[in-house]
Every structure is written in C-alpha cells, then in structure tokens.
C-alpha cells in the first residue's frame, strides 16, 4: 500500500528508550496528527520513519520495507521537514530547495534544467516564488518555514512528515502553513504524518490523532475521541478547558493558574465532546 | 528574465574574470624572470607552438630553453599547487562545515613535515627521497587522524576529525623537533623546505604532481554538489538519501591525496587554501557548485602570481614562497573577514 505502515516500532539512544513500541498506518491522502507532551517520541518515531535513526521493528514506506531500501530510494519515497532545519545563512531559498532533487540524482551527476524547474515550481506551490533569491538568513520565520516545506515538495515523496511545522510561527502563519500541506495532501494525495502540539490545530486539520506518551501509543482516533478530559492530564498536568467553537469544532483552551484546579479539565461552549 | 537565474551554477562574468586572471598570471611568470627576454618574441615564441602557426621569435636556443625548460615548467608546477591546495581547502571547509579548515587539518603539515626531516636527515635536501618521504607522512598522518577520528566516537562526524588531527599534528610535530634536534646541521634545510619552495628541473615536478592534482580536483569538483548538502547536517542529509560519512571519506581522501602530492613537490605553501576559497564565497556566495570550480581556477593564478613575486623580489635570490602567500594572504584575509556581512554560523 502506499503511505506508511509501521509495527512494533522501537529506538532507543545508548539504551535510552524513545520510542517504546508502535503500531502506525497512514494512508494515502490521510492526515495524521502525533500529539503527545514533550519527550513522548514524536520526534523520534518520525525520525525512524524518514530512516535517519536506526530502529527496531518493521517500517513501510509505499509498500517497501525501509530495511530494504537505498537511502537515496527511501528519501525519494519520504521527506521529512524537520523541527529544526539546519538553514545555512548563506544559501539562497532556490539553492536549498534545489537539495529536494538530490535523491532523484545518481551520486555524482549534477541537476538538470528539469530538476531546476521542479524547484522553483515548488517554491511557487508555497507562495515563495519571491523569496528563490534570499539567502535563508534573510528570511522571516514563516518565510523559512515555506522554504524549507518547499525543499520537501520538490523531494517529490508519497508520504511527508513534518515535525512541529508550525512551531515558532504566528497564529496566521500557522494557518498559512496547515493550508498548503492540506493543499498538498489533497492535490497529490501524499500521505502526512506531522507532530503538532497545538491540540486544536491538531483537531482541526488531521483526520486522526494518534496520542504518544512514554514511547507508546495511548490512543488513536479522530479528535473527539483521543481527546479526552483523563488524557489531557498527561500533558504534564496542564489545566485546560475543552470547548465548542463556533462550527462546533474541538478547541482546546489553556487556563491560568487560580482559574481551575491542576489537572481538571472542564467542558463549556454547549455539549461535551461525543465519545 | 530567465526563470532560472537564481539556480545558474557558475555565472560566465566570475568563470570569464577567473580565466583572464589566469591567462594574464601565466602569462606573466613566462614574461618575467631573472634573464631579460623580451616579451614580444617569448610571446611569439608561444605562438609558434601553436597550431597553424609558424613565428621566427628570434630567440636563441638559450633562451628558448629557459622559456620551455625553467620558466613554463614552474609557472604550470605552482598553478598545480595553487589549484589543487585551494581546491583541497574548500572541501576541508565543506566537509567539516568550518570556516578555519585547511588543507592541512588533519594533520598532514605535520606528517609531510617529519617524512621531509627524516628524509633531509637521512639523505639531503636535493634527493628525491624527499618529496617521497614526505608524501607518505602527509597521506600516513591523515589516515591515522581518520582512523583516530572514528575511534573516538561519534562515527567520524566533523569535530571529532580535527580533534584527531590535533592530536596526530602534535604528535608528528614532536618527533619532527627530535629528529631535527638530534641533527642541528640541517636545520637550515627543513626550515626553508617547511617555508615552501617551488623549484623545477625541466618537467620532472609537474609529471610527478600532475596525476595526485588531476584526480584530487577532479574528485572534488564531482563532490561539489554533495558538499552543499552536507551543508544542512549529518541527519538532514540522511533524510535527502546521501550517507554524509561516505562522502566525508571520499572528499577527505581526495583532497589529502592532492595535498599531499603538492606538499611533496613544494613544501608546506600556506594560506593558499584559507584565503582563496575564502575570497571566492565572499565575491560570489556559499554554494559549492561555485566555491569549487572558482577556488580551483583562483588558486591557481594565486599561487602563479606568488611564485613569480617570490622569485623577482629579491632577483636573483628566491624568497620562499610562503612568505609571499602569507604576507599576501594575512592582510587580504583580515579584509574579507571584515567585509563579510553573512557568518558562517548555522
């Protein structure tokens, strides 16, 4: 199938366990959403996915077994869009997508007109047609963080995945974001696995929520579902209340200290969460 | 305006500027010299070379021998030099994502150094043994700051190379003072052999560079577009399928190959591979699809136009030429440093 299938997926670092054994599918042209509190895993099992930690269990990416792949076919089958990307200032926006070809390319050939079209393409799918010039220093936060999704685009991968992409951006440019991967995921029917943790955000743009702590999984599901009061308590006792927006989607609002005891969870905005 | 300007790899007004300096630094080291020749017949000279083209150039054999057999030989021997040091420095820089890497970070200075002294030592400063000894230390004193490199953890990522460069360059050095502690009368040898000395007889020197510089630059041009994304880290470039530590391996053995060839035949020549690639990027920018093929032209003409100063300076005594690229390249390289606006921060 395409899209990912993982079972019993393990990785550990010198012993130290991340991720403790997980079940996964995505299919094709389906959102995802890893939520978890900090140090669940996310970011490691989307690292053992994109083949860049070693890990234990079995992972398929469109069908293959990862094991079995080159590096160069399994970056050509998933990109991943790392939480941090190294940006070296000096390189332009188009120089870096133009990395997304690499795994198209035998080892010592060079890009072709082809290749450089792609690129630029897909900095013009992202609204970043203008920005092909800019040394990466040079670019605003929710501008690299175009850039670095286009790099991903022209990757030309059946699967994306995408680690805290909205992190450190403002709420419009969050949205900005979500939008174009969801663009992206209909236009091209990839499969998206992203780490999120904006839980609303999560509910709003993934079809499923797939719930990390620990290494594991605790629940899987649409939103409604994996969101509940008891589970909200394992982000690190946050005090939240969940409400009904005004299309009657989830929101999950954070509460100040002195409003609401640790850990509780309240319910407003008209009927609680259907189970 | 064509829809793939940003992307154009080398831009024909840098490859044109590097080629006329290069022309114009050949042409220069064959025009001038310690001999008075006149500078229309040694061109005519040329040109009788040429195919189709038959010139009296009016020079005696004398002086067509020192045209053919002195000058010519060394011009090509130090744009060798230049081309593979300079070449070597911007795929140490690339590879180890560090602005102060040199052709000689791993500790090859210090292996060639000790091959030399142990060959001044044993034989003298004219043998041939020399230029043999001293490769085998530059290529032994690499291989053992890889292999210290990968011991050490870390699975030979960028820093802990140097740091087994380090160690290796400490080492060597050490047994180098012994050994030319232990015999003080050739001190003066391997202090001007350690200063770089670019000296031909006929072709002898660039026949025994030429294969090291050819198949060193060549294996770093390809690596051009690889070192641009190793770029982006070990673990990105994972994710865009290449094996960062291959490519590590194949550029390092590369460019210690030709560093070592050029050390061999001309001593410990500094600066050329910090200040020319250095002085490409800041006229041109960060990719190495440019850096590279500019770095190989640019120190190529560096290192000729170095030669010709060290050898009419002080006409008809020689300055060591790493004296020239120094007091050139010191200066020039506080100029760059105070001019660039991008950092080589991440």
Do not use: C
Not at chain 2, 10 to 21: H, K
Not at chain 2, 180 to 208: K, N
């Amino acid at each position: 199938m395409n899209g990912i299938r993982g079972r019993g997926i393990k990785v550990a670092y010198d012993g130290l366990v991340a991720v403790a054994g997980v079940d996964l599918t995505v299919g094709a042209g389906e959102w995802v959403a890893l939520v978890g509190p900090n140090g669940s895993g996310k970011t490691s099992l989307l690292r053992a996915l994109a083949g860049a930690v070693a890990a234990e269990g079995e992972i398929e990416i469109g069908g293959h077994a990862l094991a079995s792949l080159s590096r160069r076919r399994a970056a050509r089958l998933v990109a991943l869009v790392p939480q941090h990307p190294v940006l070296p200032g000096g390189m332009t926006a188009a120089e870096y997508v133009l990395l997304g070809r690499i795994p198209h390319l035998g080892y010592w050939a060079a890009e072709g007109a082809a290749d450089r079209r792609l690129a630029l393409a897909a900095l013009e799918r992202l609204d970043a047609a203008l920005l092909a010039d800019r040394p990466l220093g040079a670019l605003s936060g929710g501008e690299r963080q175009r850039v670095v999704l286009a790099r991903a685009v022209a990757q030309d991968a059946a699967v994306l995945l995408l680690d805290e992409p909205t992190a450190s951006l403002d709420i419009g440019h969050q949205q900005q974001v979500l939008d174009l991967v969801e663009g992206l995921r209909r236009e091209r029917s990839i499969a998206v696995l992203g780490a999120l943790h904006d839980l609303t955000l999560a509910a709003q743009y993934a079809d499923r929520l797939v719930l990390l702590d620990r290494g594991l999984v605790v629940a899987e599901g649409p939103a409604e579902m994996v969101l509940t009061p008891e589970r909200l308590t394992l982000f690190s006792g946050a005090r939240v209340a969940l409400l009904r927006g005004p299309g009657g989607e989830l929101v999950v609002s954070p509460r100040r200290d002195g409003t609401g005891r640790e850990g509780e969870v309240l319910l407003h905005g008209g009927s609680r969460p259907e189970v | 305006m064509n829809p793939e300007q940003p992307l154009r790899r080398v831009g024909p007004l840098a490859l044109a500027t590097a080629l006329v300096l290069l022309v114009g630094a050949l042409l220069a080291g064959l025009l001038v010299g310690a001999v008075d020749l006149a500078p229309g017949r040694v061109l005519a000279e040329l040109a009788d070379r040429l195919p189709w083209v038959s010139v009296d150039s009016g020079l005696t054999e004398q002086e067509t021998a020192i045209v053919w057999q002195l000058r010519l030989p060394r011009v090509i021997l130090a744009g060798l030099v230049g081309a593979t040091l300079a070449a070597a420095g911007a795929a140490y820089q690339g590879v180890f994502r560090n602005p102060l890497a040199d052709p000689y970070l791993l500790g090859v200075a210090a292996g060639a150094g000790l091959g030399a002294t142990v060959g001044i030592v044993s034989a003298s400063a004219a043998s041939p043994v020399v230029p043999a000894a001293a490769f085998a230390g530059a290529v032994v004193a690499a291989a053992l700051a890889y292999a210290l490199g990968g011991v050490a953890g870390g699975g030979r990522a960028g820093t802990t190379l140097i740091l087994g460069g380090v160690a290796v360059a400490a080492f060597f050095t050490a047994v180098q003072t012994f050994v030319q502690q232990r015999h003080a009368d050739t001190v003066r040898e391997v202090y001007s052999w350690i200063l770089g000395r670019l000296s031909t007889v006929g072709w002898t020197e660039v026949a025994l560079l030429a294969p090291y510089a050819v198949v060193s630059v060549v294996v770093l041009l390809l690596h051009r577009r690889l070192l641009d994304v190793l770029a982006v880290g070990e673990e990105e470039a994972a994710t865009l399928g290449v094996n960062a530590a291959r490519v590590r391996l194949l550029v390092v053995a590369a460019a210690t190959l030709g560093t070592a060839g050029a050390v061999a035949v001309g001593g410990l020549i500094g600066f050329v591979g910090l200040v020319v690639p250095h002085a490409v990027r800041l006229l041109t920018g960060t990719s190495y699809r440019v850096i590279l093929p500019l770095s190989v032209l640019g120190g190529a003409a560096f290192l000729m136009l170095a030669d010709l100063g060290a050898r009419s300076i002080l006409s008809p005594a020689e300055l060591p030429i790493g004296v020239i690229t120094a007091f050139v390249g010191g200066p020039f390289f506080a100029i760059v440093l105070r001019s660039s606006r991008q950092g080589w921060g991440p």
